[in-house]
């Protein structure tokens, strides 16, 4: 098993389930056959580029995940956040800013003021 491996199978099943779709659905959805689904979750499979950047795109897996697994120390909050963070445009990256340092500003003066 190379060490990309366990990272890869463990990071597409965890998406899979989290999507509610079966092995058979995704390999349809990214055109390949659902026993290369089936061989990556089970540590087998190395998939090509062709197979591999779909898949990610496709289960919306921050690749960094994969690739530098350690990353999975980071609260699934977080990584949700980045997930969807990284999906935006510019234009809703710029729009979202303002209402994410508001919520940020309430919320850490609630803590502040639970603190004293």
């Keep these: 098993m190379s060490d990309y491996s366990r990272p890869l199978g463990d990071t597409v099943k965890q998406a899979r389930t989290r999507l509610k779709l079966t092995q058979y659905e995704i390999a349809e959805l990214i055109d390949v056959d ?23 795109r496709t289960l919306k897996v921050d690749a960094r995940e994969i ?31 303002p209402a994410v340092q508001a919520i940020l500003e309430v919320l850490r003066s609630k803590t502040a003021q639970s603190i004293e």
């Design 67 to 97: 690739f530098t697994p350690e990353i999975l120390r980071d609260s699934p909050s977080l990584r949700q956040l980045r997930i969807l963070i990284e999906d935006c445009n510019e234009q809703e990256a710029a729009a979202i800013i």
């Design 34 to 56: 659902s026993r290369t689904i089936l061989n990556i979750e089970n540590y087998k499979g190395n998939p090509k580029m062709e197979v591999l950047y779909p898949l990610i």
